[in-house]
């Protein structure tokens, strides 16, 4: 059964820090990855999403990741952190037709 | 219109009541979710309707029940559940996967929080 395992569950890093979140998917057909985040109190949405292509894709609000097909990687990365990115962040990976799977999630918290 | 809306966004229920969720969107997408996510957890797909038609049933007990009256609209009534069952019940949609886009973005709903007594 595929899998997306995210092992960071709580990442706290101060305003500027730059930030890498992990992603593993274990699908080993068409990939179809994702990023979602879920800031506090507010529904899911997109960040970013890799089909084909180039493997490095800029999302929304500066954030953006890397597709290493070698190592099943679909870590995400932002420069610099702002309060406002305190939220829970999710990978996700199509598995098969309609469905998609999502990791545990991260929770990130940003101290100003 | 890029919006999901979800009622109530909050209910809480009986084991013996009845009751339903809805959804709407009105992006002209054929294909609709439910899923379910207990806290400090993913979301776990439970059904997916494309064309108004369930195409998905991830073995989801028959005390919950999908409709899709129409293409913007998903409904999903709730009877005889479990405590267990207490979740927040989130609703999606999307283009149809057969419309030739590689995995369409799903966009999802604010949710609605489900408390079973």
């Known amino acids: 059964a595929q899998s997306v395992s995210q092992h960071n569950h709580h990442v706290i890093l101060s305003e500027a820090a730059s930030l890498e979140l992990g992603c593993n998917y274990s699908y080993g057909g068409t990939v179809n990855l994702f990023w979602y985040v879920q800031y506090p109190g507010q529904h899911l949405q997109l960040l970013l999403k890799?089909?084909?292509?180039?493997?490095l894709v800029k999302g929304i609000k500066g954030f953006e990741a890397e597709f290493i097909k070698s190592k099943f990687s679909f870590n995400l990365r932002k420069p610099s952190v702002q309060w406002s990115d305190t939220a829970e962040y999710f990978c996700?990976?199509?598995?098969?037709?309609?469905?998609?799977?999502f990791g545990t999630g991260t929770k990130l918290q940003v101290i100003p | 219109d890029t919006e999901v809306t979800q009622t109530p966004k909050h209910l809480v229920m009986g084991m013996t009541n009845k009751k339903s969720l809805k959804c709407e969107q009105h992006?002209?997408?054929?294909?609709m979710y439910w899923y379910k996510q207990k806290a400090k957890k993913p979301p776990e797909l439970m059904f997916v309707y494309s064309y108004e038609k369930l195409s998905i049933n991830e073995s989801v007990p028959s005390r919950f029940s999908p409709e899709c009256p129409n293409s913007s609209l998903l409904n999903l009534h709730l009877h005889a559940l479990q405590p267990e069952d207490s979740a927040l019940y989130l609703c999606a949609s999307s283009q149809d996967w057969l419309a030739g886009a590689a995995t369409p973005s799903q966009y999802f709903g604010p949710g609605t929080r489900l408390l079973v007594l």
């Open positions: 992006m002209g997408h054929r294909a």
């Open positions: 996700a990976e199509r598995g098969g037709y309609q469905k998609v799977t």
């Open positions: 890799y089909f084909s292509g180039d493997p």
